[in-house]
């Protein structure tokens, strides 16, 4: 069995977060992924197998060809988790704007 790869490991790659950028306009095969890229359609498999695996895009038989899909509630999760840091940043960017403003009245 093997173990999940993590979410953050796989974007962690420029490649593959070229490929979700592809994906997030609409679903492609790997054909039309990998012209997009200066390497082999074998490179662009191995990046999409990662991303599967991390459950970040889906693969769908159609007909003869397998498209891939980018599953948006793991992109979701991302966010979400990315949202903790946003907060703290803004708060730490107020309490400087409070200390900045302190600064510029003591000068008057």
Not at 43 to 59: D, G, I, N, T, Y
Request: proline residues 2%.
């Amino acid at each position: 069995m093997d173990a999940r790869r993590d979410v953050f490991q796989a974007i962690a790659d420029p490649t593959r977060r070229a490929i979700v950028l592809l994906l997030a306009v609409g679903s492609l095969t790997p054909n039309a992924i990998a012209e997009h890229f200066n390497s082999s359609r074998q490179a662009v498999s191995k990046h999409l197998k990662v991303l599967a695996e991390c459950e970040l895009v889906r693969a769908e038989q159609q007909g003869r060809e397998m498209h891939y899909h980018l599953n948006k509630n793991k992109l979701k999760e991302i966010e979400k988790w990315l949202e903790q840091f946003k907060q703290l940043l803004e708060k730490r960017f107020d309490q400087l704007d409070n200390v900045l403003e302190q600064l510029k009245t003591k000068r008057k």
